[in-house]
């Protein structure tokens, strides 16, 4: 087996509406439709990668709520370790409310639970994970603190960070020095380098901001306009795949987990951005976080099929 991907992050339950449209402030939409699956970026992103073949392990924690055990066998399913998965007494799993409406756009409250039990001692404690990976994925529905031990641990080790900076919270910018390649959206990285990303030009320009706070390279995620990429060999725009949009919810998950299965291959940048593009553009074509996410052969059939 390659040496593993370690993601480290959260894991939720998922009670999805869909519906018709968005509801306005005090507005109560009917007609909805119900799902309750399961999702979190963190488990997200590792099932994402899981299904796309990679060897992964997922940190985390998990409460003892009835939802817990059945969460973990997914995971298991989709090819990810869970050995290192911390279950918590007296708390709940994560858990997040989800509402659909047009377009696939959705309004999301999460409750973070047992992601707070994520602490940097329990990421100490799998030091020897980090050692022996070839990638460390994170996101941010985990304490602050934990991903700087993480951030920490991965610099000692010489193991390079994928960091996907979602949802955006405060941080301490001095350490992005220790991230390998920083992905954000254009919300995320307004808030990381204050430049509002409106087209690729100004992607380009807040990539590059990044980079100029010390992360060696940045890919902004722009949607149905693909992406930009911004490292040491100059920029570069990656186009996104048209498909009609059911549900955007976990696309940027799916692209995260499947982008570093295909850096652990050896793809060449352009192109482990165009497999994740791929991954994504299948996941916005059906209902759910990790119920959408393709399995490999079909992200190859994607490609294969779009040249």
């Given at each position: 087996?390659?040496?593993?991907?370690?993601?480290?992050?959260?894991?939720?339950?998922?009670?999805?509406?869909?519906?018709?449209?968005?509801?306005?402030?005090?507005?109560?939409?009917?007609?909805?439709?119900?799902?309750?699956?399961?999702?979190?970026?963190?488990?997200?992103?590792?099932?994402?990668?899981?299904?796309a073949g990679g060897n992964i392990i997922f940190v985390n924690c998990v409460g003892d709520?009835?939802?817990?055990?059945?969460?973990?066998?997914?995971?298991?399913?989709?090819?990810?370790?869970?050995?290192?998965?911390?279950?918590?007494?007296?708390i709940a799993s994560g858990a997040a409310l989800v509402m659909v409406g047009e377009g696939g756009h959705n309004y999301l409250s999460v409750a973070s639970g047992a992601n707070g039990r994520l602490t940097p001692e329990r990421i100490d404690s799998v030091r020897d994970l980090?050692?022996?990976?070839s990638y460390v994925l994170m996101q941010f529905e985990i304490p602050a603190e934990s991903i700087a031990r993480a951030l920490d641990i991965?610099?000692?080790?010489?193991?390079?960070?994928?960091?996907?900076?979602?949802?955006?919270?405060?941080?301490d910018i001095s350490q992005l020095d220790k991230v390998e390649i920083l992905v954000a959206n254009e919300p995320e990285v307004a808030t990381l380098t204050g430049i509002t990303v409106t087209n690729t030009a100004s992607a380009a320009d807040a990539a590059q901001a990044l980079r100029a706070l010390g992360v060696s390279t940045a890919i902004i995620t722009l949607g149905?306009?693909?992406?930009?990429?911004?490292?040491?060999d100059g920029i570069e725009h990656v186009s996104a795949f048209p498909v009609e949009a059911v549900d955007t919810t976990a696309a940027g998950d799916t692209y995260c987990g499947c982008l570093v299965v295909a850096?652990?291959?050896?793809?060449?940048?352009?192109?482990?951005?165009?497999?994740?593009?791929?991954?994504?553009?299948?996941?916005?074509?059906?209902?759910?976080?990790?119920?959408?996410?393709?399995?490999?052969?079909?992200?190859?059939?994607?490609?294969?099929?779009?040249?």
């Amino acid at each position: 087996m390659p040496e593993p991907i370690v993601v480290i992050g959260s894991s939720n339950v998922d009670f999805i509406m869909k519906m018709d449209h968005l509801p306005a402030r005090d507005e109560t939409v009917t007609g909805a439709v119900f799902m309750q699956t399961f999702g979190g970026k963190g488990a997200n992103q590792a099932v994402a990668a899981g299904r796309a073949g990679g060897n992964i392990i997922f940190v985390n924690c998990v409460g003892d709520d009835p939802y817990a055990g059945t969460m973990v066998a997914g995971y298991e399913v989709s090819g990810v370790r869970t050995d290192r998965i911390f279950h918590e007494t007296g708390i709940a799993s994560g858990a997040a409310l989800v509402m659909v409406g047009e377009g696939g756009h959705n309004y999301l409250s999460v409750a973070s639970g047992a992601n707070g039990r994520l602490t940097p001692e329990r990421i100490d404690s799998v030091r020897d994970l980090i050692a022996g990976a070839s990638y460390v994925l994170m996101q941010f529905e985990i304490p602050a603190e934990s991903i700087a031990r993480a951030l920490d641990i991965a610099a000692e080790e010489r193991v390079p960070v994928v960091w996907n900076y979602a949802p955006a919270n405060p941080f301490d910018i001095s350490q992005l020095d220790k991230v390998e390649i920083l992905v954000a959206n254009e919300p995320e990285v307004a808030t990381l380098t204050g430049i509002t990303v409106t087209n690729t030009a100004s992607a380009a320009d807040a990539a590059q901001a990044l980079r100029a706070l010390g992360v060696s390279t940045a890919i902004i995620t722009l949607g149905e306009a693909g992406s930009v990429i911004a490292a040491e060999d100059g920029i570069e725009h990656v186009s996104a795949f048209p498909v009609e949009a059911v549900d955007t919810t976990a696309a940027g998950d799916t692209y995260c987990g499947c982008l570093v299965v295909a850096l652990a291959e050896g793809k060449t940048l352009p192109e482990a951005v165009r497999f994740a593009g791929a991954a994504a553009a299948l996941s916005v074509q059906k209902l759910g976080a990790q119920p959408s996410m393709p399995w490999r052969e079909d992200i190859d059939a994607f490609l294969a099929e779009r040249g």
